[in-house]
């Protein structure tokens, strides 16, 4: 099982790492923070992962290493997702907009490109909002 999310704000795949940098150094990790907890959290620790939504096109993935419930210093429940530090860049698939996160069965995921095999994944995206592929 794996979590599909907007990367709201983020232009490129090189602007979601520099955001996360950032998270990093306020938190010690790559911590996301949402206010509902998956129901399906045990399924998601340490084999799923986080596919993020960029411009429209699902375009890379990071791991999960965690989920946490923390009460914040208002006093309100928050989901902490602790991510990987690595991103890997997926096959880009168009998806529409949607609220907070989604489950993303193991049927649907996109595959991890590899560098050697496979072409850029901002390639990809460009030749597909132009319906060149």
Not at 3 to 23: F, M, T, W, Y
Not at 88 to 116: A, H
């Amino acid at each position: 099982m794996n979590i599909v999310k907007l990367a709201v704000g983020i232009n490129s795949v090189k602007d979601l790492k520099s955001r996360q940098e950032v998270k990093r150094k306020q938190y010690g990790n790559n911590t996301h923070i949402t206010r509902l907890f998956p129901k399906k959290h045990s399924e998601l620790i340490n084999s799923g992962s986080m596919y993020w939504v960029i411009n429209g096109f699902i375009s890379v993935r990071q791991k999960i290493i965690d989920i946490k419930k923390v009460e914040h210093d208002d006093g309100v429940n928050y989901c902490h997702i602790i991510l990987d530090k690595k991103l890997f860049e997926t096959q880009v698939i168009r998806t529409r907009p949607f609220q907070g996160w989604r489950y993303l069965s193991i049927e649907k995921t996109p595959q991890d490109l590899s560098d050697k095999k496979e072409i850029n994944g901002e390639l990809v995206k460009i030749l597909k909002e132009l319906c060149i592929i």
